[in-house]
């Protein structure tokens, strides 16, 4: 009897065991995704155990991390490349406990690259300053500006040129991460032109103006010298196009660089034609970032075979190979998972028009996607918070130009009613902090000025450490929500420091509360792939049919087994009370 029920137990146990095991295979399939910054994990073993934790508790499964930023530094223990390493982070290898701590929990690690951009102190830059972008005045892209005229900090390095920046610098840096570490992935970023200050100024550096004319074969390499004319036999000038002709100027040796320039920006095909000269130039550069993208997926996979790749580009993959070469549905056969930036700061209007633009453009993303990669959709947790963080820091920026005597018109008004568009949230996440500050925007005025200084420090208090809920939850959980209507295999979010700064963490826990698995690592050519997955999951189905027929099957056997113990021992005793 007693052995009977032992067996049961045991038996019991085991189909509990193997049902748990299924169910684990049975998660939602969401990709969830989070960019970090080394300052996110810090510079201990503690810390870095805490950083990841977090990241657990939020169930997250992929940890994209910062390797390289767009000032040139990087943030692992090179050998090759020792003098970029940055000074803050020689003394504590935080990627290698990063990936061995994310890895105990199942968390996976992408390395981020800032791909082009490099500092002007940087010593790509500074060793080698002829693989710098130039534009047709010949200078690089820190002689732009941004808006207010804040000069632009990055130089951007030329994708193209070969030998270069790509081949000899940023490629052999890939490789060293994936060589070095443990990393699951590789993560690029501003893998592209720059297109937020001069969209059609780069790069006209030397090699690329040679080169354009012969990547677009516009002239005979073996004879440099011959010039064909247009040969024009149909009516229409520009439906002669194929008849060969060859598009170089003549006196292409004795033009500027600015000449130069001007001919792929303006010039055209067929003289006298259409200006459309410029379709050589943007096609050039789109196919530039291809290469690379390409040439260092192969890279990475002589080394590590089973390693991802995945990229953070803009919404549009059309626009933005218009404005920054970046047409990523060429690439996709390279990339593990597209991961369009789908930011509020990439839209117009007020939060619920961004909803419903973001929803819209998610399922844009995923016909793009389709079939070529995963797509996980990305969503700051910065820029939604617009109606927050502004007044915010309207006021700030008005109480510190009070604090140096200069004054804004009606500086004091409009303190007061920027206050008025935070003083509900800051009043139902700290009521008393609420009470405090608004006594001290009742007093500020133009005569009386003893409450500016208070009050500057109560809003940098307020901005460097907000108290939970100032940020409402609910937005980050309604963006969310948007892209998941739109249908995309997962979200990744920007960034750390804003769920941390944001006090989003719990935010996150709840609206990644069901555990999930990634989608499986995919090939780059994804229909195999998503015959896989699919595979994979009717083998999970037949097999979990399977388990729970066996399940039931054994506990009516078992049942049964007991029973007959049960009716045996009933039946012994009354055979011994008869002999009695
Ligand atoms: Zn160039």
Known sequence: MKRGIILFTILFISLC????????????????????????????EKSVKEFVLKCKKANINIIVMLVKNTG??????????????????KDFDMLKYLVDEAHKYGIRVHAWFCDFPEGKDSPAYKNYPEWAMLNPEGKTTTSEFLANGRPYYMVWMCPARRPGYTDQWLIPMIEEVTRLY???????????YPGDVAPNDYCFCDYCLENMLSYNHLHYESMPDLFIKLNEVLPKK???????????????????????????????????GLKDMNYFFFEYRSDAIKRFIRESWEAVHKIRPDIEVSAAVFKNPQVSGRFIGQRWRDFAPW??????????????????????????????????????????????????YKEEYEPLNNIYNLLNKAKNKTYEKNWNKNIQRSYQQIKKNLSNSAPSLEVKISSLVKKISEKDLTSVIPLLNEIDTLRKNPPPGFYPGEKLKKAIEAVRRGGVEGVVIFAASHIENKKLWSTLEEAFSEPSRPPDKALPIQTLQIEKISN???????????????????????????ATIFISIKSFKRLKNVRK
Do not use: C
């Not at 065991?17 to 201990?44: C, D, H, M, Y």
């Not at 439906?239 to 006196?251: C, L, Q, R, V």
């Not at 399922?363 to 947790?381: D, N, P, S």
């Not at 979990?544 to 506990?555: C, L």
């Open 335 to 384: 990339i593990n998972i597209m991961m369009p930036m789908s930011y509020r700061s990439h839209f117009q209007g007020d939060f619920e028009t961004f909803l419903k633009l973001l929803e819209e453009y998610s399922r844009y993303e995923v016909k793009w996607a389709k079939g070529l990669t995963h797509l996980y959709l990305g969503i700051t947790a910065h820029y939604i």
């Open 238 to 272: 520009e439906a002669n196009w194929w008849s060969d002709n060859t598009a170089k100027p003549k006196n292409w040796n004795k033009m500027t660089r600015k000449e130069k320039a001007d001919f792929f920006r303006k010039g055209s095909y067929i003289k006298n």
């Open 182 to 192: 443990n990393i699951d992935g590789i993560h690029h970023d501003y893998v592209r």
């Open 72 to 89: 040139g530094r990087i943030f692992w223990h090179s050998k090759k490349f020792h003098e970029a390493i940055d000074p803050n982070w």
């Open 17 to 44: 065991q193997n049902s748990r095991i299924f169910s684990q295979n049975k998660q939602k399939l969401e990709g969830r995704a989070i960019w970090a910054v080394p300052a996110n994990a810090g510079k201990t």
């Open 536 to 562: 994979d999951e009717k083998r999970i189905d037949k097999l979990e049919k399977m388990v729970y027929f066996f399940q039931i099957t054994s506990i009516i056997l078992a049942v049964l087994f007991l």
